[in-house]
């Protein structure tokens, strides 16, 4: 059975055949690690792309990925060929980050989708289990993704008491300490932050 253009375009890219896959682009990860793509799909999803491949500015030769892995990077570019990729708790703040660098808002929307939905079920669930929800926080509002960071806090305010606790709580800038003392319901008095953080930090010294 033959593949529709948009599946057998992404076969090649995911087979990363160099012989038959026709590809005019290299990323390349390392000393000896190269991941190969086209063109034609990266640039209309991305004006990043588009300044790196074409015009006075364009990058010659394969183009240096320093900051993600590969495996990470070809997860992104599954999005641009398929418009949609794996998403997962691993690796979905790397995604909103390249979805950021690149400008691929869609793919922002999508991973604060996620992250919605997994909080909302976090929240159902009554569970505290939860790894560095503070952490979590302010990297969703440094990409400014609302919909996610509205959940986050009212995960944080109905297990203040416990996260309070956390050595994790001593390490939350400063801000993030005012956004929840900020908030209605919060199970912890504004008071007790403060002080909590001053009890961890003595503890730790």
């Given at each position: 059975?033959?593949?529709?253009?948009?599946?057998?375009?992404?076969?090649?890219f995911?087979?990363?055949?160099v012989?038959?896959?026709?590809?005019?682009?290299?990323?390349?990860?390392?000393t000896?690690?190269?991941?190969?793509a086209?063109?034609?799909?990266?640039w209309?999803?991305?004006?990043?792309?588009?300044?790196?491949?074409?015009?006075?500015?364009a990058?010659?030769?394969?183009i240096?990925?320093?900051?993600?892995?590969l495996?990470?990077?070809k997860?992104?570019?599954?999005?641009?060929?398929?418009?949609?990729?794996?998403?997962?708790?691993?690796?979905?703040?790397?995604?909103?980050?390249?979805?950021?660098?690149?400008e691929?808002?869609?793919?922002?929307?999508?991973?604060?989708?996620?992250?919605t939905?997994?909080?909302?079920?976090?929240?159902?669930?009554?569970?505290?289990?939860?790894?560095?929800?503070?952490?979590?926080?302010?990297?969703?509002?440094v990409?400014?993704?609302?919909?996610?960071?509205?959940?986050?806090?009212?995960?944080?305010?109905?297990?203040?008491?416990?996260?309070?606790?956390?050595?994790?709580?001593?390490?939350?800038?400063?801000?993030?300490?005012?956004?929840?003392?900020?908030?209605?319901?919060?199970?912890?008095?504004?008071?007790?932050?403060?002080?909590?953080?001053?009890?961890?930090?003595?503890?730790?010294?």
């Open positions: 059975m033959s593949l529709d253009p948009i599946q057998q375009r992404y076969k090649y995911a087979d990363q055949n012989e038959e896959g026709h590809f005019d682009v290299i990323f390349q990860f390392g000896y690690q190269q991941l190969h086209h063109s034609f799909v990266l209309p999803s991305s004006k990043v792309f588009e300044k790196t491949l074409f015009g006075p500015l990058h010659k030769g394969p240096p990925i320093i900051r993600h892995t495996n990470d990077f997860e992104f570019l599954t999005f641009l060929y398929l418009g949609k990729c794996n998403i997962s708790m691993d690796n979905v703040m790397t995604l909103v980050d390249l979805g950021e660098y690149y691929v808002q869609l793919l922002k929307n999508k991973c604060d989708e996620f992250l939905k997994f909080i909302t079920f976090i929240l159902t669930k009554n569970s505290t289990k939860i790894e560095n929800v503070l952490k979590v926080y302010e990297s969703l509002k990409y400014s993704l609302k919909n996610a960071m509205k959940k986050v806090m009212e995960f944080v305010a109905k297990n203040t008491v416990d996260i309070l606790k956390s050595v994790e709580f001593l390490t939350v800038k400063k801000e993030t300490i005012f956004d929840i003392a900020k908030m209605k319901n919060l199970t912890a008095k504004q008071e007790e932050l403060f002080e909590a953080r001053i009890g961890l930090e003595f503890t730790l010294d």
